[in-house]
């Protein structure tokens, strides 16, 4: 496994759509593996592969699954990759959060974001999966989808501002 370096802005690959993965060969198993592992040193709770420069279709996720383990110290984060993942099914609520990302450092954003959305697409193997994700774990996926779709934070946010200190991990995506 290897660090990957995150782009940041101005990188036109950030503003690209992303072409959908069809191998899922030795390549791929080390994208994921690498794109994982550049998530955890950034740090942050996910990384699409825009943001190491590649405009394909992968992104990688990492949060509790369930918005009640927030709360609960005994819980486990999660790691989910997505290859060619899709917002099948999202709520007609939505809610107001405070984002940052990886590739726009220093910037906070506050984004309204579906509460619940269903995602579907293929694991690593190349087998088809589907997640139901809510609240803050839904606001990763849709900052996540987006990246793939050339979106940035601040496109959909209401508002954004300078962040002087350093940003919380939760909220670098
Ligand atoms: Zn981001």
């Known amino acids: 496994m290897a660090l990957r370096k ?31 592992e550049t ?3 950034a740090p942050g709770v996910g990384l699409a592969a825009p943001q190491i420069g590649l405009a394909e279709r992968v992104i990688v996720v990492e949060y509790y699954e369930r918005e009640e383990d927030e709360e609960n110290e005994d819980a486990r984060k999660k790691v989910w990759a997505v290859i060619n993942p899709e917002i099948v099914k999202a ?55 987006d990246h793939l779709n050339g979106i940035l934070f601040p496109d959909r946010a209401v508002r954004v501002w300078q962040q002087k200190q350093e940003v919380e991990q939760e909220q670098e995506f």
């Open 91 to 145: 709520s007609e609520e939505t809610l107001l959060g405070v984002e940052g990302c990886l590739s726009i450092p220093g910037l906070l954003g506050e984004v309204e974001r579906h509460a619940e959305v269903h995602v579907r697409g293929l694991n690593r193997h190349g087998k088809p999966m589907k997640i139901k994700a809510r609240g803050w774990l839904a606001r990763i996926f849709q900052h996540e989808i």
């Open 6 to 36: 995150i782009v940041t802005l101005p990188n036109p690959v950030l503003k690209r759509k992303a072409h959908p993965v069809n191998r899922f060969d030795r390549d791929l198993q080390t994208l994921v593996d690498d794109m994982v």
């Open 39 to 41: 998530m955890r040193e």
